[in-house]
Each structure stands twice: as structure tokens, then as C-alpha cells.
């Protein structure tokens, strides 16, 4: 049995300009089976994340999240509705401190939703404040909430980016490369606090060049090459697959 969609693309292309950075490109993300899009650099996994938040608009094709076309959404709605994501550069303003940084996100959440929480911006955020600490200490991370983000080690600034990008109860996470840059100490950090999410029910689909942190995170793997799936499969399919090992191995006779 297997279980419903949470994001299916279909027919997804992309091109700027000229240049086809996305082609044909179809396949589907089940709910809570954590799914890695790998890929050699400049394969196009990045622009998958940018068109399905609304960065961009695909050229051809369409996106479902769940069972609803969100192709036209405008991506504060896609929040709305349950899709988040990180950016492979974090976006955190680093002037701030952690807590200030988790609802100023609250904020931008909030502001999309036709005004219904209009009262909460007379008050002094004190409910979002509440919110924020309560997801930091699920995590772990409590003890930094009044931290300057510009003062923290990155493993800990990639993880504050986590608790920002799930606050607004995504179903869907999208993460670009939550393991790059990080010791192995962070990184087995960064690993069971994508646990802590998966076990909240959330879908992950992630961008990771670390093979060995997408077998311990995803059941499922799409590769990409030059803008086009070329398999699909459980990590160790794939790495078996010929046009994957000639893709990453650039060996033109396999
Ligand atoms: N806004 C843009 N305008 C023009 N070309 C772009 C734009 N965004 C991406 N591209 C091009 O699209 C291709 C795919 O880029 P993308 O960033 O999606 O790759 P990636 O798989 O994420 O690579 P990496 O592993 O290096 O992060 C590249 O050739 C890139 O130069
Ligand atoms: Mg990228």
C-alpha cells in the first residue's frame, strides 16, 4: 500500500531566457516517505525548490501539493497551505536575535492571511513569542532564543533556519542541502532534529550532496542530470543505475 501524494509534479519545465534549465520533468513525493532530489551541481535541483515555492513560474507543466494545483499560487499562499522551505544560503538576518528572527517570520506568515490576525499586531506579539519559544525548546534550542543569530555556530544557525521554515505547521519541507558545511557532531544534530520532524508527521523532500546523510534520512531518491530525471529509486537503486554513476563519474561508456 502506498501512501497519498503530498507533492507531484508533472511535466515541469523551466527555461530562462534560452537556456532549458528544466525539461519534462514528473514525479511524485508520498506522504511522510522522506525523498532526496540529488543531482550533480547545476542539474537544476535548486530551480525544482524555486518554481514549487513560487520563486519562479515553470515554462511548461503543473504542481500539485497534495491534490490541489498551486502552479498559479502565489507562494505566501503556498505557506498557507502547508508547503515550507530552506534556502541553500540560510536567511536569517543575523543582526537579530534568534527569537526576533523566529517571529518576524510569524509575521511575514500571518500578513498573507486576509488580515485575520489583525488583533494580534495590537498586542506585543506575545502569543507568537510563546509560539516561538515553544518550538525552540521541542528542539532543544531554547537556551539560545535571546542569542544574537550573527553569535551562533552555523550548525546551530542551519537548525534556528529549520524552526523558522516549520512554525508555520508545513506538511511539506522542502530543505537545499541542510547538511552541507556541518561537522559530524552537527550534522547527527541536524539529523535527529529532522527525525523530531518526520515523527510530527512532516513530508521532507531534501537537496543533499552527503550520500551517506541521505541514507540515513530519505527512503526514496529522484536523481537529476541536466534538467531531466534520470532514476528513481531506494539510494541504493540508484547509485547501481548506469546513467547515474556515468552522470556523476562523467564516464561516456557506461
Ligand atoms: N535565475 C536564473 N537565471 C538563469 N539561469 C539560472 C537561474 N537559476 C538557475 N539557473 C541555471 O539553471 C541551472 C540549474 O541551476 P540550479 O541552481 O537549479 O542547480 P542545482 O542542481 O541546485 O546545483 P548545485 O548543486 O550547484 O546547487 C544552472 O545552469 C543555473 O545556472
Ligand atoms: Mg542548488
Same mark, same amino acid.
Given at each position: 500500500?502506498?501512501a497519498?501524494?503530498?507533492?507531484t509534479?508533472?511535466? /515541469?519545465?523551466?527555461? !530562462?531566457?534560452g537556456?532549458?534549465?528544466?525539461r519534462?520533468l514528473?514525479?511524485t513525493?508520498?506522504?511522510q516517505?522522506p525523498?532526496?532530489l540529488?543531482g550533480?551541481?547545476?542539474?537544476?535541483?535548486?530551480?525544482v525548490?524555486? /518554481?514549487?515555492?513560487?520563486?519562479y513560474?515553470p515554462?511548461?507543466?503543473?504542481?500539485? /501539493?497534495?491534490e490541489r494545483?498551486?502552479?498559479?499560487?502565489?507562494?505566501?499562499?503556498?505557506?498557507a497551505v502547508?508547503?515550507?522551505?530552506? !534556502?541553500?544560503?540560510?536567511?536569517?538576518m543575523?543582526?537579530?536575535t534568534?527569537?526576533?528572527?523566529?517571529i518576524?517570520?510569524?509575521?511575514v506568515?500571518?500578513?498573507?492571511?486576509?488580515?485575520?490576525?489583525?488583533p !494580534?499586531?495590537?498586542?506585543?506579539?506575545?502569543?507568537?513569542?510563546?509560539?516561538?519559544?515553544?518550538?525552540?525548546?521541542?528542539?532543544?534550542?531554547?537556551?539560545?532564543?535571546d542569542?544574537?543569530v550573527?553569535?551562533?555556530?552555523?550548525?546551530?544557525r542551519?537548525?534556528?533556519?529549520?524552526?523558522?521554515?516549520t512554525l508555520?505547521?508545513?506538511?511539506?519541507?522542502?530543505?537545499?542541502?541542510?547538511?552541507a558545511?556541518?561537522n559530524?557532531?552537527?550534522?547527527?544534530?541536524?539529523?535527529?532534529?529532522l527525525? /523530531?520532524?518526520k515523527?510530527?508527521?512532516?513530508?521532507?523532500?531534501?537537496?543533499e550532496?552527503?550520500?551517506? !546523510?541521505?541514507?540515513?534520512?530519505?527512503?526514496?531518491?529522484?536523481?537529476?542530470?541536466f534538467?531531466?530525471?534520470?532514476?528513481?529509486?531506494?539510494?541504493?537503486e540508484?547509485?547501481?543505475d548506469?546513467?547515474?554513476?556515468?552522470?556523476?563519474?562523467?564516464?561516456?561508456?557506461?
Open positions: 500500500m502506498s497519498a501524494p503530498a507533492l509534479l508533472d511535466h /515541469l519545465g523551466k527555461a !530562462f531566457g537556456l532549458r534549465v528544466l519534462d514528473s514525479f513525493v508520498r506522504a516517505e525523498t532526496a540529488i550533480p551541481n547545476g542539474a537544476g535541483k535548486t530551480t525548490f524555486n /518554481l514549487v515555492s513560487g520563486v513560474a515554462s511548461e507543466g503543473r504542481i500539485l /501539493l497534495g494545483d498551486i502552479t498559479h499560487m502565489p507562494s505566501r499562499r503556498r505557506i502547508g508547503l515550507s522551505r530552506s !534556502f541553500q544560503n540560510i536567511r536569517l543575523s543582526h537579530l534568534v527569537i526576533e528572527n523566529l518576524v517570520g510569524q509575521h506568515r500571518a500578513s498573507g492571511l486576509l488580515d485575520l490576525v489583525k !494580534f499586531r495590537l498586542v506585543p506579539n506575545h502569543r507568537w513569542r510563546r509560539e516561538a519559544i515553544d518550538a525552540l525548546a521541542e528542539c532543544g534550542l531554547e537556551a539560545y532564543a542569542e544574537s550573527s553569535a551562533l555556530p552555523y550548525g546551530i542551519k537548525r534556528i533556519d529549520l524552526v523558522r521554515a508555520a505547521g508545513a506538511s511539506l519541507l522542502m530543505l537545499d542541502e541542510p547538511a558545511g556541518l559530524p557532531t552537527e550534522t547527527n544534530a541536524m539529523r535527529a532534529h527525525e /523530531l520532524l515523527k510530527r508527521g512532516v513530508t521532507l523532500l531534501i537537496v550532496h552527503d550520500m551517506h !546523510f541521505v541514507d540515513q534520512v530519505c527512503e526514496r531518491v529522484i536523481v537529476l542530470n534538467g531531466e530525471k534520470i532514476a528513481e529509486g531506494t539510494l541504493a540508484v547509485q547501481r548506469p546513467q547515474v554513476r556515468s552522470a556523476y563519474l562523467g564516464d561516456e561508456a557506461a
